[in-house]
């Protein structure tokens, strides 16, 4: 495609269930990255991929919250027993290489915890 | 860790040009600057990177200093539609652990 796509646009969830973001890089990108952002806040940096390869997973808050990308296009975050503190948007972004490149982000998934 | 840090916010009239400064004392010799915009219910969008001494492109100047520890972003002439907040990051290798992390950010308005 074009760019960076994300599903879903918004995302209500009760407290305890579990949820899965989508994103879908620019095509041929190697890298790709996973952010978390409050409102009010700068980005936070959760995870990278480099194809298929997890390389950094550092920023993942806890382990409720698990990111794969099996074949090296497609990623899906996914946040198990959601919890207030998870409302955020949850932003996506590729890259074509792996040094020094520029970020291609989507315009996110806002999720609510009820 | 490459910390930034930024003005939290800024103001400019319409016309002006404006100077966004960035500090990143701990910066390291592979890192490399780049600066984002965003706008609301939208990601960050590149604006220009550069390594040292002076870069420009169609919309922006990145003046770099020779010791590196600080950046200054440069709009010339900004209008209505640069309001918005800017980041500015530094790291180089993500497939290394050197990721770029984002700071607060710098919220400018620019006023007609």
């Known amino acids: 495609g074009a760019g960076v796509s994300q599903s879903p646009r918004y995302k209500v969830a009760k407290r305890g269930q579990d949820v899965a973001l989508r994103c879908d890089p620019i095509?041929?990108?190697?890298?790709l990255f996973w952010y978390q952002q409050a409102l009010g806040q700068g980005p936070e940096f959760l995870t990278y991929?480099?194809?298929?390869?997890?390389?950094?997973k550092s920023g993942l808050p806890s382990d409720r919250f698990f990111a794969e990308r099996p074949e090296g296009s497609v990623s899906t975050l996914k946040i198990q027993r959601t919890q207030q503190e998870d409302s955020a948007v949850y932003l996506c972004?590729?890259?074509?290489?792996?040094?020094?490149?520029?970020?291609?982000f989507g315009s996110g998934t806002q999720l609510s915890v009820l | 860790l490459a910390k930034t840090t930024q003005p939290i916010s800024m103001d400019s009239y319409e016309g002006q040009e404006v100077n966004i400064t960035c500090s990143h004392n701990?910066?390291?010799?592979?890192?490399?600057i780049t600066w984002y915009q965003q706008f609301p219910s939208q990601g960050p969008r590149f604006i220009i990177q550069?390594?040292?001494t002076k870069v420009t492109n169609e919309v922006a100047s990145l003046f770099i200093p020779a010791d590196r520890k600080s950046s200054t972003l440069s709009l010339p002439r900004v209008s209505l539609s640069d309001t918005a907040v800017y980041y500015c990051?530094?790291?180089?290798?993500?497939?290394?652990?050197?990721?770029?992390?984002f700071g607060t950010g710098t919220s400018l308005t620019v006023i007609p």
């Open positions: 701990n910066i390291a010799t592979n890192d490399y």
């Open positions: 550069g390594y040292k």
């Open positions: 991929f480099q194809n298929e390869a997890q390389l950094d």
């Open positions: 990051l530094v790291g180089d290798a993500p497939d290394t652990g050197n990721q770029f992390y």
């Open positions: 972004a590729s890259s074509a290489g792996t040094a020094n490149e520029k970020l291609f």
């Open positions: 095509s041929g990108h190697v890298s």
